[in-house]
Structure formats: C-alpha cells, structure tokens
C-alpha cells in the first residue's frame, strides 16, 4: 500500500499517455537520452518516419534503441497499481485495463470511435484521400462527401456544418497517417477531429527532417570555412 501511495505521488494521468497516440500507453518504452515514454508501435512508426530523432522533443535516438527500443517495465508496473478516471465515462480503472475499458465503454465508443465489427458493413470511400497542388494531403468529408479539403480545412468545414451531426464513419486523416486503420469506426467525428487532429503530422515529421539536414548543411560548411 505505501509502495501505491509513493508512486501515485510521484506520477499525474497525463503520465501514463503516449504523446503520439493519444491513449493509454501500451507497451512503454523509454528513449535513453530524454527518457521519453512511448507506445512500443507508435515509437516504432515515428522511427520509421522521422529516422534519428525522438517523435517528442526532436533529441537523438541510438541506432540499436531505433530497432530495439528500451521497455519502461517500471512504468508497466506502477501501471498495474494506480488507477487513473476513463475520459468519458470518469470510472476509476487500473491503468493497465484501460484500453480494456474502452471497449465496452459506450460514452468512449461515441466520443472516440469503435471496432468495425460493431459496424460490420461500413467501408472507406477508396477516394477520400487526395492530395493538393501544394503538395498536402487533402481529404473527403465522410459526412456531405464534399472532397479536396486540407486537414485545416476540415476541421472548420465539419465545425461550421456538421456540428452537432453523429454518423459512423471512418476518419480519412487516421486512414492516411502511417499507422491508420481503415477499420477504425468514429461515431462523433466533428469530436475526433477537434481531440485529435489540431497538427499536420506530416509536417511535424518533416520540421525533424529539416533540422537534421540543416544541421548537416551547416557542419559541411563550416568544414568548407577550416579548410
């Protein structure tokens, strides 16, 4: 009991979410320089994506922890003790069975979306994701099928119009993202994309790119200045 209290004194609920995805964290795993904290899958894609860096504060990642990444086991642990409110519905579950929770959760499966097997005959237009002259990804509203929307663009298009408007539908902008799964169903979409996509990923990807090759430019040049 005294172990419980110690670490709960220790740790916030923000704690126990992984900054790429949003949830619950699910197999943690820690960077060995900043110490950041990470689903396993979710650290994985960004590595996949971004090469060297850390998916949050943009530090250095080792090549082996890049394949082979360090688990939080402590964190995993303390997971099993504490418990922390479900977002939607406030019950107090052990964080470990969060996700759990969320699968019978009602509240959570309006706001946040649902299995499609709840769904079962619901598909994915093949067309919702296009792409603009600029070179950005655009998408198809799933709610008036009104197409060639950036992810900015949707977000004021379905907060001006579709509001207060629940229909199952899958959200074109998860679909696009590296680890998107088209079978994810979103009852109150107008909410999801208010929760879950106030940034671009893909520019968030390519500002830790850019750094990494102005870096490079600027080490080649000021060895170009010793020369």
């Not at 299995?115 to 008036?144: A, E, R, W």
């Amino acid at each position: 009991m005294s172990e419980e209290l110690s670490a709960a004194t220790a740790y916030t609920e923000d704690d126990f979410y992984c900054p790429v995805c949003q949830e619950v964290f699910k197999t943690p795993v820690r960077t060995a320089a900043c110490q950041h904290v990470f689903c396993r899958k979710c650290f994985l894609t960004a590595m996949r994506e971004s090469g060297i860096h850390c998916p949050l504060c943009r530090g250095n990642v080792s090549r082996r922890e890049r394949a082979y990444p360090e688990r939080a086991l402590d964190l995993e642990n303390i997971m099993r003790k504490l418990s922390g409110s479900c977002r939607c519905c406030a019950k107090k579950i052990k964080f470990y069975r969060m996700r759990h929770h969320y699968k019978s959760c009602k509240k959570y499966q309006d706001e946040y979306g649902v299995s499609s097997s709840v769904i079962p005959n619901f598909k994915i237009s093949q067309d919702s994701i296009g792409n603009s002259s600029s070179g950005h990804p655009t998408f198809k509203c799933p709610l008036c099928q009104e197409s060639n929307f950036t992810r900015q663009r949707l977000l004021d298009h379905c907060n001006s119009n579709h509001l207060f408007q629940m229909v199952p539908v899958t959200c074109p902008i998860c679909v696009s993202l590296p680890w998107g799964d088209p079978s994810q169903i979103t009852r109150n979409f107008v909410s999801h994309l208010n929760q879950r996509h106030q940034f671009d990923y893909g520019e968030f990807v390519n500002l830790q790119l850019d750094e990494e090759t102005q870096y490079q430019t600027a080490v080649e040049e000021s060895f170009q200045l010793n020369i």
